[in-house]
């Protein structure tokens, strides 16, 4: 054989090695994924173009395989959302509500023949925020799959989330919500980095420095607060529940973009800081708050919030709460001196984020139609 068949062989054994590797490559990118949603537990209505939301989330992860829905659809409440679904592949599975955790054992069930007959399900989604799926979730993982979590952290377990490879509060998977002045500011912020000049280099540099050690004593704040809220609500602030709860209470938390490389360089921060301590026999360690002048001032979080219940308040020209567009309390928050550089600072993207962080802390409630969101104070 010729050194020019040779040669030309392996160009071939070259172009087939690469096309195999490209199919691999796609194979890998698109995983199945399956869905199990505990209606009872996570039912957001069927005017707030959740179902919608949903199924694009359920996209960055992978294809949709499995969809299976658990509640008792002879309830007339349900009929409307058992339609929409049905129309969107999803598999209704009907469990009467007369059973006592009936819903909860059927989900783990067909969650658990899911994992043992079909291979192919890389990752599971679970709309639920109840502790019960534990041992579902335990299984799962040690049968290699990933795990994600849609819930209403107003009452889902923190045992629950932290065995997630992550999760998310369902009320950001709703479009709409955003106003023009968060598209305004997001136009604003891609010009700022376009023009971007040598000359400030230093000076944003330093700014930086400046802004940065503000972040990192208002996500210490929201650190004692979590800690607190989980004594009083008798659970112990155990080292990884923390971060748990810290991320209910604001989901954009995000220890790296605080320059620490992992949680536990943020919580030894935190004790270097003498904002918190270590409590408790090895092995059984919990979080507990350093009482001190700092913890009794009113936290930016605190602050922010309070100008959010003062416009409310002013809205309703102090009657009864009432509902009132998003846009509308926009509008009058953002006329408040500092609130916009408040919220920047607080780790808020959007005014449909912040009025979430209001919500999970019991201080408003709001209602969706179409895409119309409203708030009121509580």
């Known amino acids: 054989m010729s050194r020019m068949d040779i040669k030309e062989i392996l160009g071939k054994v070259d172009e087939i090695s690469e096309k195999m590797s490209q199919l691999i490559k796609g194979n890998q990118l698109e995983e199945n994924i ?5 209606v009872e537990n ?3 209505g069927t005017d707030s173009l959740f179902i919608e939301g949903f199924l694009e989330f359920i996209n960055k992860f992978g294809r949709l395989t ?3 829905a658990f509640a008792d659809w002879n309830r007339r409440h349900l009929k409307k959302l058992a339609n929409l679904l049905s129309e969107r592949r999803f598999e209704l599975i009907h469990v009467p509500r007369a059973r006592k955790n009936s819903s909860d054992i059927s989900l783990v069930t067909h969650g658990m023949e899911l994992a043992l007959q079909y291979h192919n399900l890389q990752t599971f989604i679970l709309l639920t925020g109840d502790a019960d799926f534990r041992p579902l979730i335990l299984s799962l993982r040690r049968s290699g799959k990933k795990i994600h979590i849609v819930c209403d952290v107003q009452n889902a377990s923190e045992s629950l989330l932290i065995l997630a490879d992550s999760f998310i509060d369902y009320r950001e998977l709703r479009p709409g919500g955003s106003t023009e002045k968060d598209i305004e500011e997001e136009d604003q912020l891609e010009e700022k980095k376009e023009k971007t000049i040598e000359k400030e280099e230093k ?3 330093k700014s930086k420095r400046s802004k940065l050690k503000e972040r990192r004593e208002i996500a210490f704040d929201l650190l004692v607060e979590a800690i607190k809220r989980m004594k009083d609500d008798k659970l112990k602030p155990g080292f990884g529940l923390v971060k748990v709860r810290l991320s209910m209470l604001n989901p954009n938390f995000n220890e790296k973009k605080l320059g620490y490389s992992s949680w536990s360089d943020f919580v030894n921060a935190a004790i270097n800081a003498r ?3 270590v409590e408790g026999k090895r092995g059984e360690e919990i979080l507990d708050i350093i009482p001190s002048e700092k913890t009794k001032e009113m936290s930016e979080q605190e602050k922010a919030f309070n100008i959010l219940l003062k416009i409310l308040e ?4 102090n009657k009864e709460p009432k509902y009132h567009n998003f846009a509308n309390v926009a509008e009058e928050l953002y006329k408040e001196p500092n609130f916009n550089e408040l919220k920047e600072k607080l780790g808020y993207k959007q005014f449909k984020e912040f009025i979430q962080a209001a919500e999970v802390r019991k201080l408003v409630e709001t ?7 409203r708030v009121k104070r509580i």
């Open 367 to 373: 209602e969706v139609e179409g895409l119309v969101y």
């Open 275 to 277: 904002r918190i301590k």
């Open 203 to 205: 000076a944003i540099a």
């Open 314 to 317: 002013r809205l309703d020209k």
């Open 42 to 44: 996570v039912n957001p």
């Open 34 to 38: 399956a869905v199990l949603w505990d």
């Open 66 to 68: 499995v969809a299976q």
